[in-house]
């Protein structure tokens, strides 16, 4: 069992990582989903790896760019994960969408106020952070249409991947599961 959950594991970096570095649109990424399915399924450590994981590996053949504006990028996705957490012990279709998208607005809020602290593209004034968000709502549009797409891609594979498990091996002697 600890061997497969490593495989699993292991295969959603390389989807992370794969998904990252194929051509999509700005900001369809699977990383804000895998924080979100890791902190449903997995460990603490293991939820609290993938994201960083995928990003940093991928990140490698992308390229890096200003540590502080990377601190929140990554800081969205431990975030996400955290959500994930909570989201363990409230799961239904509404809750995992809503915090699918409440994943998405964190990370255009906390990366894009980044954007506008840390690099020289805005004004430092309120106006300044006004028009870094404004410019930046087609990413949110792009963010938003990947974390659900994903999230339902994930989530709904694996629930499922549950249903069938259960339905196959099932006895028909008591109808009791035998994994």
């Not at 449903?40 to 490698?60: E, G, H, Q, R, W």
Request: aromatic share 18%; with cysteine.
């Amino acid at each position: 069992m600890k061997n497969s959950k490593f495989v699993i594991a292991l295969l959603f970096v390389l989807i992370g990582v794969s998904l990252r570095l194929i051509p999509h649109a700005p900001n369809f990424a699977p990383i804000a989903a895998i924080a979100l399915f890791g902190g449903v399924y997995f460990s603490k450590k293991t939820a609290l790896i993938l994201p960083v994981a995928a990003m940093f590996i991928s990140d490698i053949f992308i390229g890096f760019y200003d540590i502080k504006i990377m601190a929140a990028v990554y800081g969205s996705f431990l975030l996400s994960v955290i959500l994930g957490l909570w989201l363990k012990n409230h799961k239904k279709w509404h809750t995992v969408a809503g915090t699918a998208v409440l994943s998405s607005v964190l990370f255009f809020l906390i990366t894009n106020f980044a954007v506008w602290a840390f690099s020289p593209w805005y004004a430092k004034t309120f106006s300044g952070l006004i028009q870094c968000y404004i410019m930046a709502l087609p990413f949110l549009k792009n963010s938003l249409l990947g974390d659900l797409f994903y999230t339902t891609v994930f989530f709904g594979t694996y629930e499922l991947a549950i249903i069938w498990v259960k339905k196959r091996f099932k006895t028909k002697e008591n109808n009791a599961v035998l994994v």
